[in-house]
Structures are given as structure tokens and as C-alpha cells.
């Protein structure tokens, strides 16, 4: 039951940087890899907040600090003509030097016996500190589900949409390329920084190295999510993120308890999860063509 | 009112070699008018096509759009006022958003309010009436997916989308190529509807003799990066295909 609760609480909060990958991914077809830096950059910034007695203000700053990550991605691809890819390499690489200024200089910061957003509303809400987490958590993720599909309704999203669909059109209907790139590489990074922020909070300490893996983490989500909901509006799509963020974390937690795997294998573990869920239509295409060519065979 | 001066552009290819695409091109189109371009590949047709609408830049030369110097203007800038439709039905539309969708962001493209809903109501009643004007039964398939539609229904809905904001002018690049002749008889029969309805300028290029001469005020032919042949009024309707086709081989001997 335990386990259950955990992974449920674990992936509400995780769900928030699979979100950000299904905009920078899904949504605008950019393969963004700034995600492990921008979710330090938020842990840190909500560490040092959070120490600094203002754990409210480190979740906007949190935002702000994703926000910034994706804006300096977005205009070394958009503007400097960087691939995506590289793009996010440079700005994840540049931000470890920022983080660890950030941070004051050290690895990592404890943040035990520190006021943090989950104390705050937990000694307020008249349920059990783990529910009081759960609750919070699902709060965070339902309000960023909302503000998104809103987000997507407006012109300006449906143009973030368009342009992940079909560039080439967007131009040609008078839409800025570049604008609404930026913009949803900042929407998406913000997500991702704020993400860090809360993990950090629920952790108790901000890490250095906690960046590392988490858009393998993300995208493990993303992709779960997708073979359980095949909607693919902006609604279903969040959903699904949310749901395969609890359901991935449900499977690592079952894989680590079975004592068959030590707890460093959960890397190695979302890594090997991610390959398979990802080659599943290659699959299904060496099926389809062996079946077709024994057809012939037999005739 | 278009007005092209002097027009030049060369491309660098990979050997260093430096092909010379479009060699001063001159060209005036009245406002309201419905011009048919022909002429064989090389000539510059689709070259002139992106010039006009920005994808590319000229070397030298100026384009003039109702007086206001164009030439370099950004490409999203300038398709607030220059709708083009593809060759292939997939291109100018976003395949995976639904029809109102797609209609609702061409809609926006004169004057696009952010941080409005796309798509409201009396939005979709409004494109729900243009589709219908098409009857090819696309005002009930408001929420379906382009890629589910047929290429003769993409190319219509990108028509629409070109349209649905009066463009200054239009530029149809062989919109009609992709289709089966049944369905580009229809689509081209609703663009010259569309077109003498909102008495658009439009460009047409088209490797279709016989339509080349049954639509459109003008036709204009181009040869080797300039316009060769000029025909307007009685002599276009006194065209034939013989004629027309006479023109391309007397370039090729």
C-alpha cells in the first residue's frame, strides 16, 4: 500500500516534466534536451528560497528559472540556427557552472528543517502529512493541466501546434516560426524547472546530479501515457502524462521492492523501459513484413 | 497591384557552377486580374513563386505590391497578404489539427490576437458557411482531421484558408497537379469562383494547356528566366493548344 502511495505521490510531481517534454516533443517536434539542466536550475533556485524562509517565492522563481533555460535554448535553435539538439546540450552544459553559482558553490544543499511549500500547506490541510503531499501535488498538477489546455485553445497555442505539425504551413499563413517556438520551449522548460523546484521539496535536499536521466524519466511517461490513452487532443495528451508518470513510477517501485534490482539500477531500468516502449512500431513493422513474406513463400 | 522590375536570381550549385534561374524579369498584374503561367521546367516558374512570397531572395531586381516595396520583406510578414496553395494537398495545411483548426489560423493571419480563443463560436458558423460554398460536403467534417480528408478536399481547404481574409494576391502553384482529373475540374472550377467573387489577383501556374487557356483574363508564358509570350483579351481567346504547344518546341529546336 505503501508503494502505492509513494508512486502515486512521486508521479503527480513527476508528471509536471513529462508535461514539459510532451510540449517540447510531441507538440512542437523539437527534440529539447535542456530538460536535465532546467531541472536543476529549479531545484536549486527553489533550495536556496526555500533556505532563504521564502518557500512561495521559489515556486514562481522556479518557473522563472526553467523559463529562462528554454528562452536561451530556444534562441541559440531559433536564432543562431544551432540543431535542437545541440541547442539543449549547450544550454544543460552552460547551466551546471550556473547551478553550482547558484547554489553558492556547493553540490548539493539540505533543505531538512527548512519551511518548504509541502510543510506550509501540510500543517494547514487536516489530513496526514502523506495525504496532505498527495493532495498538494495533485493540486500542482491539475492547475498546470488547466492552464495548458487553456493555453492550447488560445491562437497562440494553436500556432505552437501548427508549427510542431507543419512548419512550412505556418509560415505561409503568416505566423513568426521563431516567436512561437520560443515561446513553447519557455512554456515547456518552465514546467521542467518547476518540476525540479517541487522534487527538491519533497526530497529535502537539492543535488547536483538530479538533473541527470530525467528526460529519460519524462519521456518513459510521455510514451507509457500514450499506449494507455490513444486520444491525441492537448487534453488526453496531459493526461496521459500524468498517468504514465504514476504508472512508471509504479513499475520501478515494484521492480526495486522485488530486491531483484538494487535501487542504483533505476536508471539502467527507465533507460532499457524507454528502448523498448520507443522500438514497438519497428517492431510491429518486422512482424508485418516476416508475415508478409512467408505468405509468399508458402504460395 | 503587382509590379515586378528587372527581376534576377541565380543559385550557387554544389561544383561552384553559378545557374542563372530567372534573368530580369519584368511583370505588371492588375489588380482583379487572373493571370495563367505556363511554361516548361527550368523556366523559373516556381523560382518566381518564391520571390514573390519570400521563401527566397532576389539577386537583384524589386517586387512591388500595391506600391509598397516587398522585396525583402520577411516571408511571415508578407502571407499576411499573399496567400499561395501547394502543389502537394499536404503542404499547406497542418495535417494533425482538424479543419476548423486549420481555418482558424489562416484566419488570423492579418490580424492575430494571441491570447484569444482560436475558435469560438460564431468563428465556426462563419467557416461552416465557406465550406458549404465548396459543396463538396467539408461544412460537417468542421472537426475532423486534415489527414483524414481527401487530397481534393485538402486542396480545397487550403484554397479556403487562402482566402477567407482576401488576399492582395494569390499564387496557385499547380494546386491541381496531385489530383485525379474529375476532382481538379471541381477545385479548379470553385477557384475561378472564388476568384471572380472577391476579384482577386491571382497567379496561376499550371502545365495544362487547355486550362491554361480556359481560365484566367491573361496568360503569360515564361521561357529561360524571362516572360516570353504575353497573351490578354481576344488573343488568349483565340488561343489553341496547338498554338501553345508550338511555343514549347519552338524553343527546344
Known amino acids: ?299 | 497591384m503587382l509590379e515586378i522590375k528587372d527581376l534576377q536570381k541565380s543559385f550557387q550549385k554544389d561544383n561552384g557552377i553559378e545557374s542563372r534561374v530567372l534573368k530580369g524579369l519584368n511583370l505588371i498584374i492588375a489588380d482583379g486580374e487572373f493571370v495563367t503561367v505556363l511554361g516548361n521546367n527550368g523556366a523559373g516558374k516556381s523560382t518566381l513563386f518564391n520571390l514573390i512570397s519570400g521563401t527566397i531572395l532576389p539577386n537583384e531586381g524589386t517586387i512591388y505590391l500595391d506600391h509598397e516595396d516587398i522585396t525583402f520583406m520577411p516571408e511571415h510578414k508578407r502571407s499576411k497578404f499573399i496567400g499561395r496553395v501547394f502543389q502537394s494537398p499536404m503542404k499547406g495545411t497542418a495535417p494533425h489539427l482538424t479543419v476548423a483548426e486549420n481555418m482558424a489560423l489562416a484566419y488570423g493571419r492579418q490580424n492575430r490576437k494571441n491570447f484569444n480563443w482560436a475558435l469560438t463560436r460564431p468563428l465556426k458558423a462563419l467557416f461552416r458557411e465557406k465550406l458549404a460554398e465548396a459543396g463538396m460536403g467539408l461544412e460537417d467534417k468542421l472537426d475532423s482531421k486534415i489527414c483524414d480528408l481527401s487530397g481534393g478536399q485538402c486542396q480545397v481547404v487550403a484554397l479556403i484558408m487562402c482566402t477567407i481574409k482576401p488576399p492582395k494576391l494569390l499564387l496557385l502553384d499547380e494546386h491541381t497537379a496531385a489530383l485525379d482529373p474529375r476532382t481538379a475540374e471541381d477545385v479548379l472550377a470553385f477557384t475561378s469562383k472564388i476568384i471572380a467573387k472577391d476579384h482577386l489577383s491571382a497567379l496561376m501556374i499550371t502545365h495544362h494547356l487547355e486550362d491554361a487557356i480556359a481560365f484566367g483574363d491573361r496568360l503569360v508564358m515564361m521561357d529561360d528566366g524571362v516572360v516570353a509570350h504575353d497573351f490578354a483579351g481576344a488573343e488568349k481567346a483565340e488561343l489553341t493548344t496547338e498554338q501553345l504547344r508550338t511555343l514549347y518546341h519552338l524553343r527546344e529546336s
Open chain 1, 1 to 299: 500500500m505503501s508503494l502505492v502511495i509513494g508512486s502515486l505521490q512521486l508521479g503527480l510531481i513527476y508528471s509536471l516534466i513529462a508535461m514539459g517534454i510532451y510540449i517540447s516533443f510531441k507538440v512542437l517536434n523539437i527534440p529539447d534536451l535542456t530538460a536535465e539542466g532546467s531541472f536543476t536550475f529549479g531545484m536549486a533556485v527553489m533550495a536556496v528560497c526555500v533556505t532563504g524562509g521564502h518557500p512561495l517565492v521559489g515556486i514562481f522563481l522556479s518557473l522563472l528559472a526553467g523559463a529562462l533555460a528554454g528562452l536561451v535554448t530556444a534562441l541559440l535553435h531559433t536564432k543562431l540556427r544551432i540543431p535542437a539538439i545541440l541547442s539543449g546540450i549547450l544550454t544543460m552544459t552552460g547551466l551546471y557552472t550556473i547551478n553550482l553559482m547558484v547554489m553558492g558553490g556547493s553540490s548539493n544543499l539540505t533543505l531538512i528543517g527548512v519551511t518548504t511549500i509541502y510543510d506550509l500547506a501540510g500543517g494547514v490541510l487536516p489530513f496526514t502529512f502523506t495525504i496532505a503531499k498527495i493532495l498538494i501535488s495533485l493540486v500542482f498538477a491539475a492547475i498546470v493541466i488547466a492552464v495548458l489546455v487553456a493555453f492550447f485553445k488560445t491562437n497562440c497555442g494553436l500556432c505552437i501546434r501548427a508549427i510542431g505539425d507543419n512548419e512550412e504551413m505556418a509560415r505561409s499563413s503568416s505566423m513568426s516560426v521563431d516567436l512561437y517556438k520560443t515561446l513553447g520551449l519557455i512554456v515547456s522548460n518552465a514546467l521542467i524547472g518547476l518540476c525540479g523546484g517541487l522534487i527538491a521539496c519533497d526530497q529535502g535536499y537539492a543535488d547536483m546530479t538530479s538533473g541527470a536521466g530525467m528526460l529519460v524519466i519524462g519521456l518513459a511517461a510521455v510514451i507509457i501515457g500514450e499506449a494507455f490513452i490513444r486520444r491525441r487532443t492537448i487534453l488526453a495528451g496531459l493526461l496521459s502524462c500524468v498517468l504514465g508518470s504514476i504508472i512508471y513510477r509504479l513499475i520501478l517501485a515494484v521492480a526495486v521492492s522485488t530486491r531483484m534490482f538494487p535501487a542504483y539500477a533505476m536508471k539502467l531500468l527507465s533507460a532499457i523501459i524507454v528502448a523498448i516502449a520507443l522500438s514497438i512500431p519497428a517492431y510491429k513493422y518486422y512482424k508485418e513484413n516476416y508475415q508478409l513474406k512467408k505468405r509468399k513463400k508458402h504460395a
